[in-house]
């Protein structure tokens, strides 16, 4: 009698959410911190002047390349290709760190990423760090883990920094204290640095020049130092980091320790070398408006007598996994964080990203943080998310890679009103009634007739050519009418069209 081989292949565990520690949902839901972030004109206009300043510039770089589409067409297929291909690209990229002498750990939620920062930071001695400019730090609330553990972390991009002293936290991918202006700015200044002189003005020029003095002692001061950094591409070929900035403190970081511990999401990855080609041409101009990135650091591994002694790369899940498990929405992991989503969208625009609550905001926070923690119910704040949006696009038109945002904000919308009906069946809200009810009368040509020619004598006894505002009038519809006019209905289609009928008749007569 002869065997067969079985193969009962390995045991595979189902990956999970985000953890609680992440900074990826806030305290609220969307409407309600949008409702308070709205009732802030500064707020407003600091966003208003920001957001089509750099809209402008990103226009006007994109125009200039004329094989944009193309670009776009390229950058796309290569982040599909990543996340085809995630389990073998990250261990490639394992083999190339390693082989170049560096050290990797992999972090499957934000407690373990900071736990290893931590613990590498604590053996070195460190009880001051810097930092480069990092969502994924962000993300994992990494300066507070470090402040437990006696470690002080000290932002060196000039946005972060302001952020960091006025004890606040970012509001846009790019530019975190967007919702700043200058004369706050100063304000944060005078108060944490006790050196300023207090004739300083609000000029960018003397604010900036503050901020370099303050920054330069620091990195004067980094005798047997760590830094810490995140990562714009992580190249599963060789090991390659890169890190794209504009200030050049990043590049400092980077050059000036002993020790380099980068947090990289796992989807940051690009396949070969060459591939940076595409993104960095599409970053630059999609983020900054610029042809290329002022300072863009290439980094592999470690080598003797130039730069850090020590590198370790930190690999983040966090969530992410369980956005690769769903094919409608894992391309939400292609994003290269430009920010030019957050800057075109009109619901960005006047809340600003604090009312997202999540490191990310903007369309991509919409699409990302959720899914990145999961959707959770009524109470989770982060259900809210996929309808901060008016669908209108504007973030799928510029998004470099094409990430079509309004139709994974759709699928999250759907997943989260599938969820609601398992829990409470099919009429869990007025909605449901009254879309049920619209259904129905959709569904009879003779009904949707009836209805549709009563509207009008009903409405000839209002003035004006619009409804107005309808409290309790519509009970199903609550609040529809409060911020929109609603035109009175006019003749209908049918009767439009049976008169049509009935003066051809006439006409046709009389010849
Ligand atoms: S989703 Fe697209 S446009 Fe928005 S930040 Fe990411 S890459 Fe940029």
Same mark, same amino acid.
């Given at each position: 009698m002869s065997t067969s081989t079985v193969h009962l292949g390995m045991p595979s565990v189902r990956p999970q959410h985000a953890s609680p520690g992440s900074t990826l949902r806030g305290a609220q839901g969307f409407p309600a911190a949008a409702r308070a972030e709205l009732? #802030?004109?500064?707020?407003? *206009?600091?966003?208003?002047? &920001?957001t089509s300043t750099i809209q402008a510039k990103r226009a006007s770089a994109v125009r200039e390349v004329r094989d944009w589409q193309k670009l776009r067409n390229a950058g796309s297929a290569l982040k599909w290709q990543v996340t085809d291909h995630l389990p073998e690209?990250?261990?490639?990229?394992?083999?190339?760190?390693?082989? &170049?002498?560096?050290?990797?750990?992999? &972090?499957? #939620? &934000?407690?373990?990423? *900071?736990?290893?920062?931590?613990a590498l930071a604590l053996e070195r001695g460190a009880e001051e760090i810097l930092k480069v400019k990092s969502m994924a730090t962000q993300e994992i609330s990494l300066n507070e883990v470090l402040e437990h553990a006696g470690i002080r972390a000290i932002e060196s991009d000039l946005a972060e920094l302001i952020v960091q002293l006025a004890g606040d936290t970012p509001s846009h991918i790019l530019v975190p204290a967007i919702h700043r202006n200058r004369t706050e700015i100063r304000e944060i200044f005078l108060e944490a640095m006790p050196d300023l002189d207090p004739s300083i003005t609000d000029e960018p020029a003397a604010l900036a020049e503050a901020a370099r003095r303050y920054l330069r002692e620091k990195f004067l001061d980094m005798p047997g130092s760590v830094a810490i950094s995140g990562a714009n591409f992580a190249v599963a070929e060789t090991g390659t980091m890169v890190v794209v900035e504009s200030e050049g403190n990043g590049r400092m970081c980077l050059t000036l320790p002993r020790t380099l511990i980068s947090v990289v999401g796992i989807e940051k990855i690009v396949p070969t070398f060459q591939d940076l080609e595409v993104f960095l041409q599409l970053l630059p101009r999609s983020s900054t408006g610029e042809r290329m990135n002022p300072y863009t650091t290439l980094f592999t591994g470690v080598h003797e007598g130039d730069g850090p002694e020590e590198f370790h790369l930190v690999l983040l899940d966090n969530g992410r996994s369980a956005v690769l498990e769903d094919p409608e929405g894992r391309s939400a992991l292609h994003c290269i964080r430009c920010s030019a989503c957050l800057n075109v969208c009109p619901v960005y625009a006047r809340t600003g990203g604090h009312a997202y609550g999540s490191t990310y905001p903007g369309p991509i926070g919409a699409i990302l943080s959720p899914q990145m923690t999961g959707m959770h119910g009524d109470d989770d704040p982060n259900s809210t998310l996929p309808y901060a949006s008016s669908l209108c696009g504007a973030c799928y038109d510029v998004c470099p890679v094409k990430i079509n945002i309004p139709e994974i904000l759709v699928h999250l919308r759907a997943k989260d009103v599938d969820r609601r009906r398992e829990t409470r069946g099919d009429f869990h809200g007025t909605w449901d009634v009254a879309l049920q009810g619209a259904g129905k009368l959709m569904s009879s040509p003779r009904a949707y007739d009836i209805a549709v020619r009563s509207a009008g004598p009903l409405t000839s006894v209002l003035r004006g050519t619009n409804i107005g505002r309808l409290p309790g009038v519509l009970p199903l519809v609550p609040g529809w009418t409060d911020h929109r006019d609603l035109p009175k209905p006019g003749t209908s289609f049918r009767s439009w069209w049976d008169q049509r009928e009935k003066d051809r008749g006439t006409d046709e007569e009389t010849a």
């Open positions: 009732g #802030d004109e500064t707020l407003r *206009g600091n966003l208003r002047h &920001a690209l990250l261990e490639q990229l394992e083999e190339s760190v390693t082989a &170049a002498g560096g050290v990797v750990h992999w &972090a499957r #939620d &934000a407690e373990e990423a *900071g736990e290893i920062v931590a």
